[in-house]
């Protein structure tokens, strides 16, 4: 949670913050048998330097920080072997992929959660923006949300998102999912709706990132960089999650609020699947 957190705050740093996170970050069991002396000895800055960051990054004393990350680190994923087996490799990387789910879900603000969920059911039309791996996220949103008879839209073309930018207004939410929050063409985009729309959800690990800033909503995921091929869906794991959230929730408010609506949308839908059954 400590480190995934330095990771998602980690572009918005200093030079000397980034120094004092990427030791943390790779050499945590050094960091919790060091006073703060002896850290900001090894790292060559000053005592004062490296608990204004402990602070920064939410802990009130340096003691504190540490007791934490030593309870992280009892419960420290295993390291791959790349000579081990295929059923030793395949347990790890579901391992580490349950663990980002789990940092995911103890990031996530739940009242934002809500609002967002909210802020669907009242709107009427759901844009959504994402570019590279974050497309299948994107695409897999928007699909649900038109199944529940929300109206949802989704290019992946960037010219094609643009060009329908002008005709956003302030009733229209714009949901970005952007794993980092600093890719160019989603922070350009992002800039240019934000003159017709301000409503707009980021689903990002960059917490502090320039997306962040330009969202009246954020909903924080875990950081997750991918080291190799097999792990690449990793990164994109907990925004299938957290979007997964969001369409049970959107589901449950139009059970409470609308039953019969969505009574008569999922007669619609079973009749469409008996009839295309039958077409086969």
Not at 197 to 206: A, D, E, L
Request: glycine share 4%.
């Amino acid at each position: 949670m400590i480190k995934t957190y330095i990771k998602g705050i980690y572009d918005s740093l200093s030079l000397k913050e980034k120094e004092i996170a990427d030791y943390i970050i790779n050499n945590s069991e050094t960091v919790i048998n060091s006073t703060i002396s002896e850290l900001a000895k090894n790292i060559g800055i000053s005592d004062s330097t490296v608990y204004r960051f402990i602070r920064k990054i939410g802990f009130i004393g340096y003691n504190d920080f540490k007791i934490k990350l030593t309870q992280e680190l009892s419960f420290k994923k295993k390291k791959r072997n790349m000579d081990d087996n295929i059923p030793s490799y395949a347990k790890i990387i579901v391992e580490n992929n349950i663990n980002l789910i789990e940092d995911s879900l103890n990031l996530l603000n739940y009242d934002d959660l809500q609002r967002v969920i909210d802020e669907i059911y009242e709107t009427e039309r759901v844009f959504f923006l994402g570019v590279g791996s974050s497309s299948f996220v994107c695409e897999y949103f928007a699909k649900k949300l038109n199944v529940l008879g929300k109206y949802s839209l989704y290019y992946s073309d960037t010219h094609m998102m643009n060009s329908i930018i002008p005709t956003l207004n302030s009733n229209d939410l714009i949901i970005v999912i952007s794993h980092t929050g600093v890719t160019k063409d989603i922070v350009i985009l992002s800039e240019a709706i934000r003159e017709y729309s301000r409503n707009i959800v980021s689903i990002t690990s960059g917490i502090e990132s320039p997306l962040a800033k330009l969202s009246k909503i954020v909903l924080t995921t875990a950081y997750a960089k991918d080291t190799s091929k097999i792990e690449f869906l990793s990164s994109r794991i907990s925004e299938f999650i957290v979007s997964e959230i969001i369409i049970n929730g959107y589901y449950e408010k139009l059970e409470k609020d609308n039953p019969l609506y969505l009574k008569n949308l999922l007669s619609k839908i079973d009749a469409q699947r008996l009839s295309e059954k039958g077409l086969k």
